[in-house]
């Protein structure tokens, strides 16, 4: 059984706060505005992409009932939930061409490139230039791509490429023994 805290000190002020209410809105009148502003930001780290108003809809439904039962904070707590909960942000899926057939080799969006390097060097989401850069559709350029790589490899997230690497391939997640013979008796 897991209890409390059963009345948390809450502080006004951090980091991550402040990465998510990235305005302050100055009248009960403006509150939509900025919920808005904070949800296009964060959807599009999050989807990986630029946003649509179709996609940020649904995540201002959502900030809408919760600012109805709890004010502007519990509102925009409330959208967060449900982005954060979305398959577009749980999973990274890429659009297969139309004109693809089955087994046939085909190019990817520049957007879907900038998540697969992204997750690759960095086990993260794309940066906010990568983004930029995909979204201009210049990614797949082969001196842009080069660029972008190495700007990637000097940053100091590429060490999660080392890191991974070598953890998945000696195997060092798992405990030592054979495991397989254990469970087959």
Do not use: H
């Not at 951090?14 to 009148?29: D, E, G, Y």
């Not at 082969?142 to 953890?167: G, I, K």
């Amino acid at each position: 059984t897991i209890a409390g805290p059963y009345r948390p000190v809450v502080s006004a002020d951090t980091a991550s706060r402040r990465a998510v209410f990235i305005c302050q809105p100055a009248s009960p009148a403006a509150e939509e505005a900025c919920a808005r502003r904070i949800f296009s930001r964060l959807a599009r780290g999050a989807y990986r992409r630029p946003v649509s108003a179709g996609d940020l809809e649904p995540l201002m439904a959502f900030y809408r009932a919760g600012r109805a039962a709890d004010g502007f904070d519990g509102g925009i707590q409330r959208g967060l939930r449900r982005l954060l909960s979305s398959p577009t942000f749980l999973f990274r899926v890429e659009a297969v061409p139309a004109a693809a057939r089955p087994g046939q080799a085909y190019r990817i969006s520049d957007l879907d490139l900038a998540s697969r390097l992204s997750f690759f060097l960095w086990s993260s989401v794309p940066d906010d230039e990568l983004l930029k850069v995909a979204a201009r559709g210049v990614l797949s350029n082969r001196v842009t791509l080069e660029l972008q790589v190495r700007r990637m490899l000097a940053d100091p997230r590429a060490s999660a490429l080392v890191e991974n690497f070598a953890s998945q391939w000696l195997s060092l997640g798992k405990p030592f023994g054979n495991n397989r013979t254990q469970r087959l008796r």
